[in-house]
């Protein structure tokens, strides 16, 4: 499957041969996940005790899952992260490739998806593998937002 990442005006959508399939915005600092006809999917909340890292909670407050920076990565200020199941164990790896690209893997090293931008402010190309879409577009999707977000505004999402 493939997508086009677009900001217009501080929101994010994801559309799919031209049209929206999942949209982000921040609401009172948090940011939501949003499918095509505008209903939550997952909100991104920051953990007061955990330095950056963000909880993925569904519509229905149920803990999704945690994305943090990976610390262990050369890359982990220009994006890199982990994605972890609601134990905490890893699940998904978001790493950078150069200034112009990122892709993400599971643990067992499988390609689940393939971003670029030609530049900085230019909409992000997603390339999303058969074996990705096993994987919770919550979870690729929320990733992929705090990607952006620290494209963008130079912080973790």
């Given at each position: 499957?493939?997508?086009?990442?677009?900001?217009?005006?501080?929101?994010?959508?994801?559309?799919?041969?031209?049209?929206?399939?999942?949209?982000?915005?921040?609401?009172?600092?948090?940011?939501?996940?949003?499918?095509?006809?505008?209903?939550?999917?997952?909100?991104?909340?920051?953990?007061?005790?955990?330095?950056?890292?963000?909880?993925?909670?569904?519509?229905?407050?149920?803990?999704?899952?945690?994305?943090?920076?990976?610390?262990?990565?050369?890359?982990?200020?220009t994006g890199a992260a982990l994605a972890c199941d609601p134990d905490g164990v890893p699940v998904l790896i978001l790493r950078t490739d150069g200034?112009?690209?990122?892709?993400?893997?599971?643990?067992?090293?499988?390609?689940?998806?393939?971003?670029?931008?030609?530049?900085?402010?230019?909409?992000?190309?997603?390339?999303?593998?058969?074996?990705?879409?096993?994987?919770?577009?919550?979870?690729?999707?929320?990733?992929?937002?705090?990607?952006?977000?620290?494209?963008?505004?130079?912080?973790?999402?």
């Open positions: 499957m493939s997508f086009s990442l677009q900001r217009i005006d501080g929101t994010y959508g994801w559309y799919a041969e031209g049209v929206l399939v999942a949209s982000a915005r921040e609401i009172n600092g948090l940011w939501e996940l949003a499918d095509a006809r505008g209903a939550q999917v997952a909100r991104l909340v920051p953990l007061a005790d955990h330095d950056e890292t963000i909880a993925l909670v569904g519509p229905h407050g149920r803990l999704i899952g945690s994305i943090r920076p990976d610390d262990d990565s050369a890359d982990s200020r200034g112009q690209g990122a892709h993400l893997v599971d643990r067992r090293g499988d390609v689940i998806a393939v971003a670029s931008w030609e530049h900085p402010d230019a909409a992000t190309d997603l390339l999303v593998t058969a074996i990705g879409t096993r994987h919770s577009l919550a979870m690729v999707f929320g990733l992929l937002l705090s990607l952006e977000v620290s494209r963008h505004a130079g912080r973790f999402a």
